[in-house]
């Protein structure tokens, strides 16, 4: 898997304003009321059944340790050799996309989501075609329009993300294989960002997309958001195993392998991973009602209009009364040392937008809430 290295080279990434943003404010703020994921567990929550002091600091190998893929293999229901390791989502999608894409080649990417799953192929000249997640439709995915697009560009490679950061919006099963029967339909690769999976009441409407599509699916997922375990660096990808041979020669060149640690409790957090799960939905559905009710105030009092996310922990809130978002996060983070995320680090046409998570512990939500009211109604 040499052959792209050359246009590896050549690439000039575009700058990542969304993390340029978390740079700049994130470990200086207070509060971070933007993050889309949940409070962290600490490692006292992980070590109270974990003895891990004595566990000797080695190199993982590449692909991972092998009790780990057995438990996602279980996970997943797939085999060991159609998963890959990776240092985080980030790296999973950086490596699948070097692996899959070639200059001018076309994807469809649906908008907004996360700048990572196209700036990187845009870089080395991808020609990205947007599928549009719309405001006034509910950020409901229309699948008629992404037939429409696939037909028109027939592109090599479709990017999904749902749940959808930032806007909530899910797919259900029927939803999903459909966009599976469509990408086949026109020969297409399917990357699938499923990091909020699991975010989500509706688990007797669940689906495996791998499973559906195992011919040219690439699924990636991490124990950032669902498991509200960032910190330990830890996602993989799940793919055919051709595909996870190529990916894996990639790593070699960037992160070879991930720390001991993190997949060690990695490990422990995933033989329980139901009750990881279940424990985050419950948590994160008792905080959107505080947020729900805050909102409901705020949207008489300063024109803010939303749809109400269907899964995942955060919310794309549209001040009707401001042309760009960025200044109010900014003066608001200033003023209170609380953080927000301008809807701008999506995209210019998302100016008017601000995320906001609500998955930070419960009393500092309402904190935070509180104190975002106030400076709304202050704000000139």
Request: proline residues 4%; glycine residues 4%.
């Amino acid at each position: 898997m040499l052959e792209n290295y050359s246009t590896i080279r050549k690439m000039k990434i575009k700058a990542f304003e969304l993390e340029n943003w978390y740079s700049k404010y994130e470990f200086s703020s207070k509060y971070n009321l933007s993050a889309s994921g949940l409070s962290p567990y600490t490692l006292r929550d992980l070590t109270n059944e974990i003895n891990f002091l004595d566990t000797p600091l080695y190199y993982c190998p590449a692909t991972g340790n092998n009790k780990l893929l057995e438990i996602l293999s279980k996970v997943h229901s797939v085999s060991t050799n159609e998963i890959l390791l990776t240092n985080g989502a980030i790296e999973a999608i950086f490596i699948s996309q070097i692996a899959l894409l070639e200059p001018k080649d076309k994807m469809i990417v649906v908008k907004p989501t996360y700048p990572a799953l196209y700036q990187v192929a845009e870089s080395f000249g991808v020609e990205t075609i947007e599928w549009k997640l719309e405001f006034e439709k509910d950020f409901k995915p229309n699948l008629l329009e992404l037939e429409k697009l696939l037909k028109e560009n027939l592109p090599k490679l479709l990017v999904i993300n749902f749940p959808n950061n930032p806007t909530g919006s899910r797919l259900t099963k029927l939803e999903m294989e459909k966009i599976c029967n469509l990408v086949k339909k026109y020969n297409c690769y399917l990357l699938s960002d499923e990091v909020y999976k699991g975010l989500d009441s509706n688990f007797d409407d669940d689906y495996n997309t791998y499973k559906i599509y195992s011919e040219k699916a690439i699924v990636i997922n991490s124990l950032s958001k669902t498991y509200a375990l960032p910190g330990l660096r830890i996602g993989w990808i799940i793919a055919n195993p051709e595909f996870i041979e190529k990916c894996s020669n990639l790593r070699c060149y960037t992160t070879l392998c991930n720390n001991y640690l993190g997949e060690y409790f990695a490990q422990k957090v995933l033989e329980n991973e139901s009750e990881y799960r279940k424990k985050g939905l419950e948590f994160a559905k008792e905080n959107y009602k505080i947020l729900e009710e805050k909102l409901e105030s705020l949207k008489q009092k300063f024109n803010i209009n939303y749809v109400k996310p269907q899964a995942g922990a955060s919310i794309f809130l549209k001040f009707e009364n401001l042309d760009d978002t960025e200044n109010f996060c900014a003066e608001f983070e200033k003023k209170y040392s609380i953080l927000l995320l301008p809807g701008n680090k999506f995209g210019t046409e998302y100016k008017k937008f601000v995320r906001i998570g609500f998955g930070m512990q419960t009393e500092k939500l309402k904190h935070c809430l509180d104190l975002l009211e106030k400076f709304c109604l202050s704000f000139e």
